[in-house]
């Protein structure tokens, strides 16, 4: 478990001909918000990609 609010991380990796970048970015707060800018074509995985998020982070805006 992440104890520290305040962070940035980056993950790029290329899978065949499709490069996939993803960007995390944490501030401060006691509650826990997220706000993701995701393309639409993965749209209907976001419930599942707040989960994750949820799984290893308490509070703090993430973007």
């Known amino acids: 478990m992440l104890q520290s609010m305040t ?11 499709k490069t ?14 997220i706000n993701l800018k995701i393309p639409a074509i993965i749209k209907p995985y976001e419930f599942d990609i707040r989960n994750l998020i949820q799984e290893s982070l308490l509070r703090g805006t993430i973007e």
């Not at 962070?7 to 001909?17: C, K, P, S, V, Y």
């Open 20 to 33: 996939y970048l993803v960007e995390i970015k944490s501030l401060n707060g006691k509650q826990l918000d």
């Open 7 to 17: 962070g940035f991380g980056r993950a790029e990796q290329t899978i065949g001909d």
